[in-house]
C-alpha cells in the first residue's frame, strides 16, 4: 500500500464498499486502488483505501447502521461538458438519483456535486445582472450544461 496520507476521508458503507471503491476508481483519470482485493465476494475487506484523481479516501464497511447523507459530497471540477456528462451519467447509472444544480446521489447512496469549472467562473463574473442570470438558469437544472449558462451569462 502507498504511504497513507496524514489526512483523508473515511466513508462509512455497510458491506459494499470494495464494489463502490472499484466503481470509483475507475471513473477519474490519477485514481487507484490501494488495498489488495479478493475477487471472492464473501472475503468483504473492513477497510479499503483509494484514491480519487489523487485525494485518498478509506471505505469502512462498518455495518448498516449509519449511511450516506447530503450532508457530505465528493465534488468534482469539471473541464468541460463531455467530462461533465460522462461523470453524470455514471454516477446516475445503475440505480443513481439526480438531484438539482448538479447535485447527485450515485448507487451506493453517496452524494456527489459534478460542478464545471465554468460555473464559478460565471457566477464570479464582474457584471452582477449576468452572474444573476446564470445562477436563476443553474437553479433551474439537474446535470449542469454550460452553453445554457453561457447563453444566460450573455443575455440581456
Known amino acids: 500500500m502507498a504511504k497513507q496520507s496524514k489526512v ?17 476508481v475507475s471513473l477519474l483519470p490519477g485514481s ?3 488495498t489488495p482485493l479478493s475477487s471472492d465476494a464473501s472475503k468483504t475487506p473492513m477497510t479499503v ?9 478509506m471505505i469502512l464497511n462498518g455495518g448498516p447502521q449509519y449511511q450516506h447523507s447530503e450532508a457530505s459530497s ?4 469539471t473541464d468541460d461538458q463531455a467530462e461533465t456528462d460522462k461523470l453524470w451519467d455514471a454516477l446516475t447509472s445503475d440505480g443513481g438519483k439526480a ?19 465554468r460555473l464559478p467562473q460565471l457566477l464570479s463574473g464582474s457584471d452582477p445582472r449576468a452572474a444573476g ?9 439537474s446535470k449542469i450544461d454550460i452553453a445554457t449558462l453561457e447563453a444566460a451569462a450573455k443575455a440581456s
Not at 14 to 23: K, L, S, Y
Not at 99 to 117: A, E
Open 8 to 24: 483523508s476521508t473515511c466513508l462509512w458503507f455497510d458491506q459494499n464498499g470494495a464494489d463502490a471503491a472499484r466503481f470509483y
Open 32 to 34: 487507484e486502488l490501494e
Open 49 to 57: 483505501h483509494f484514491t480519487l484523481a489523487g485525494t485518498p479516501y
Open 74 to 77: 465528493i465534488m468534482v471540477a
Open 99 to 117: 438531484g438539482r444544480c448538479g447535485w447527485l446521489k450515485d448507487r451506493f447512496g453517496l452524494s456527489w456535486q459534478i460542478v464545471p469549472r
Open 133 to 141: 442570470r446564470v445562477m436563476q438558469a443553474m437553479m433551474k437544472m
